[in-house]
């Protein structure tokens, strides 16, 4: 099954930063990448996602880059806001395009004013 | 448009308790997941629905375990007996049934169950 791994576990920076956060993935079926953002007691909500024919996304401050031969993909946030603040994970599909996610553990990441 | 929705928000219960957790995805989604997240780790899938069918049910813990969805609409998620290691936020997630490979699942706002 898929595995994905995500990197750093927590991440601080100061308003106006840019934040990076990084997942890998194992299964080479996987052709859909969401990045979900949870605030505190909310919702995991998608902020962005990638297919596997695109390398790179970008909506606003948020963008998404997409490395298929190795298998890893970023979330990259510019000009970051308090607002920012929240967990953010990334997820992949496997094999299987209609199932299950499977979530990276997490980014923790909190913008300081 | 409504939101996936989850019922109760909050639910204490003491081990060997039964509890019932609740889900109503967006009305024409025929995908419904469950997924735990237990504190401070990754967000875990438990089970997928397409329409009434259970169609990957490999995250299910144990047999303590019993979901349904009776009529291809809401769907209950039992714990039966609970123990203490159930405890975390169950998600449900809803998506609609696509050809393509995108498949943006939808978030409820999650049951908080605690058993003690």
């Known amino acids: 099954g898929e595995n994905v791994e995500q990197h750093p576990s927590t991440l601080s920076v100061q308003e106006g930063d840019s934040a990076v956060i990084k997942c890998t993935y194992s299964d080479s079926a996987s052709n859909y990448f969401p990045w979900y953002k949870q605030e505190l007691g909310k919702r995991p909500q998608l902020i962005i996602d990638i297919r596997s024919n695109v390398g790179e996304k970008k909506d606003q401050r948020i963008a998404v880059t997409l490395n298929k031969t190795a298998k890893h993909f970023s979330l990259h946030i510019t000009e970051t806001q308090p607002e920012d603040s929240a967990v953010y994970f990334c997820a992949a599909p496997g094999g299987t395009s209609y199932g299950k996610l499977t979530f990276g553990q997490g980014t923790i990441l909190t913008v300081h004013p | 448009e409504a939101g996936v929705t989850q019922f109760p928000s909050h639910s204490v219960i003491e081990k060997g308790q039964t509890v019932t957790l609740r889900c109503d995805p967006i009305?024409?989604?025929?995908?419904l997941y469950w997924y735990r997240r237990v504190m401070g780790k990754e967000i875990k899938f438990l089970l997928h629905?397409?329409?009434?069918?259970?169609?990957?049910e490999s995250g299910m813990p144990n047999n303590r375990f019993l979901a349904e969805r009776t009529g291809g609409t809401y769907s209950t998620l039992k714990v039966q007996p609970a123990e203490l290691e159930d405890s975390g936020v169950y998600f449900c997630?809803?998506?609609?049934?696509?050809?393509?490979?995108?498949?943006?699942?939808?978030f409820g706002p999650g049951t908080r169950l605690t058993v003690l």
């Open positions: 629905f397409v329409k009434e069918s259970k169609q990957d």
């Open positions: 997630a809803s998506s609609h049934l696509r050809t393509s490979g995108k498949n943006e699942q939808f």
């Open positions: 009305s024409g989604h025929d995908n």
